[in-house]
Every structure is written in C-alpha cells, then in structure tokens.
T-cell receptor, first 116, second 115 residues
C-alpha cells in the first residue's frame, strides 16, 4: 500500500517555466489537498478537492492551478514559475469531506522545488 | 478565523529528559486538534488527535497531549525523550463545521536531542 505518492521528489526550474507536480493516492480518499511549507511559516493550504471534478482555493492559491479528474490523482500546476514559489510542496489526503477535523490527513513525502 | 501559535521555534533537551511542546490555538468553538511530527526529508506523520471526550489523549511513540479549554492550549508531552525523537513538530487546528474546511498549522517547533 503506497499511500500518497508525490513525484518528482526534487525539481529545479527557471523563472517562467511551467511544470506539474503529481500526487497519487491509493486509499480511495475523497479529500485531497496541496500545501507549501516555507521556513518559519508552517504549512499553508494552496488548493483542495473534495472529489473528482470539485476543487477550491486555499490560503495561497495565486500562481497555481489544480484539477481533479479522478479520485486517485490531484496534480498541481505552476503555469509560470516565480522565485517566490521556491518551497517544499506536500500533498495530503483524508477520507472524509466534512469539517476538517473528522479525519486526520495523510501526507506524501514532498516535492522540493527551486525556482532560479 | 482559526489560528495556531507555537511559541518555541527551537528546543533542545537531553536524552531521557521530559519534554513539553507548547501550542495555543484561536477558534470560536471547540476545535479538532492535532500534533504531527516531521523527520528530515519526510512528510508529516500524525502523532495524536483530540476530537472530544477525555482531554488527555495518548498518541504514538509515547507522546501525549492535554486539551485545556480555559487556556486554549494543546501542549504535547513526553516523559522521557529518545534521540530518535529529534524532528520538527507541528500543532494543527481544524474547524468542526463547514464543508471541507481547512486545517491550520502552526509554524512548528524543532526539537534537538543531545546525548
């Protein structure tokens, strides 16, 4: 059981390039989310999804797009990378879609992204 | 809006010593509360959670936390720290109501364990 799988683990981009961070889960969880982690700022929610075809913005959505065509996958797209998007990105999932607390989230190992 | 404060950025303890990591939250009602641990290069792992009932909750790896409503706190404790506990610890609060409402994290406390 792989849980939450994020690819790639590391990536270096130049300013203006685009890329997609992949997140796949095999737990049949309805809720999937993307966070970014920056020193001294904890984890901040970028986008989340409560099921296939349903996405919504989190705390810091600007510069990022998401889509959810299947239950298993929730890719995060950077359309035009900026140095401010240098961060560690985590995908997290949980089975429930109600209030955030009814189930804890399961995290992937992260993607470390550097924008030059 | 909900928020979480972890006042200690970095804590150093000796192996075998007791540990307490502080967490204060702001939320209009009784929240859901979590502690996660993050080892270097890894994602976050759930240590324990509080939903309701007994205010002292037990978690994995010998950790416990106590919910104190009057102090808006959810401090994490361990009676005897092991070198393998060195990691970063995050407190998080989740809203009880609303559809897919977000989980808000504190900024984390980095624990160093000296031998």
């Amino acid at each position: 059981n792989a849980g939450v799988t994020q690819t790639p683990k590391f990536q270096v981009l130049k300013t203006g390039q685009s890329m997609t961070l992949q997140c796949a889960q095999d737990m049949n969880h309805e809720y999937m989310s993307w966070y970014r982690q920056d020193p001294g700022m904890g984890l901040r929610l970028i986008h989340y999804s409560v099921g296939a075809g349903i996405t919504d913005q989190g705390e810091v959505p600007n510069g990022y797009n998401v889509s959810r065509s299947t239950t298993e996958d929730f890719p995060l797209r950077l359309l035009s990378a900026a140095p401010s998007q240098t961060s560690v990105y985590f995908c997290a999932t949980r089975p429930g879609t109600g209030g955030a607390g009814n189930q804890p989230q399961h995290f992937g190992d992260g993607t470390r992204l550097s924008i030059l | 809006a909900q928020s979480v404060t972890q006042p200690d950025i970095h804590i150093t303890v000796s192996e075998g010593a007791s540990l307490e990591l502080r967490c204060n939250y702001s939320y209009g009602a009784t929240p859901y509360l979590f502690w996660y641990v993050q080892s270097p290069g890894q994602g976050l792992q759930l240590l324990l959670k509080y939903f309701s009932g007994d205010t002292l909750v037990q978690g994995i790896k010998g950790f416990e936390a106590e919910f104190k409503r009057s102090q808006s706190s959810f401090n994490l404790r361990k009676p005897s720290v092991h070198w393998s506990d060195a990691a970063e610890y995050f407190c998080a609060v989740g809203a009880r109501a609303g559809t897919a409402s977000k989980l808000t994290f504190g900024t984390g406390t980095r624990l160093q364990v000296t031998l």
